[in-house]
């Protein structure tokens, strides 16, 4: 299931997906979008012993959200285009929000526009020191709306608005929301805020906390 733009593994106790643009920053087309839904409605029909999914991109930076190229040709799309493209990029959303395994997305140097949606589609976010995240496509004349659902979801509704309306740049410490599990995805799942913590050292940490929740879904497991 693997390609040039994403690489899908799947290991006994978990599966990993990596957006695999670097060159990039790892930026979301068309026919990445298309893929990376795919591939995690694929994986949903794969688990057997597998406890969680790991989410995460290739190089220095996890995601800069859409690329230029692609949102520079919806110029040219009609109003019904823009709202099946739209309807598109809400199923990659949804469909990472309700994999049936937690979501644990692993988050380096930056996350902007499209990106964020990605992370609060996660069950868990770790994310490094130093990310820079945004909601850069209000620079652009573009509001966040496909997103929007899930940002909300995830943090309190005058943070998340004022993020979105001023397209500022903020870093981790602004992201990270008070710790303590808040119910929000369904019977079983749960988040950590809205980033849940700094990307540990100890990948066991990520495992135990995976395994833990799993534990939830498959009792017999």
Partial sequence: MSSNKLKSEIFDTHFELTLNRPEKRNALDADLMIELTETILELGQKVKDQKYLIFKGEGSVFCAGADINWMKSMADFSFEENVEDSEKLYNLFFALYSFRLPVICLVQGAAFGGAIGLLAASDYVFIEKGTKLCFSEVKLGLSPAVISTFVINRTAHPKAKALMLSGQI??????????????????????????????PKNTGLIQGIAIQHSILYFPSR
């Fill in 170 to 199: 903020f870093d981790e410490n602004t992201a990270i929301a008070p710790k303590g599990h808040l119910p929000l995805k369904g019977q079983f799942k749960v988040f950590v805020g809205f980033i849940g913590d700094q990307i």
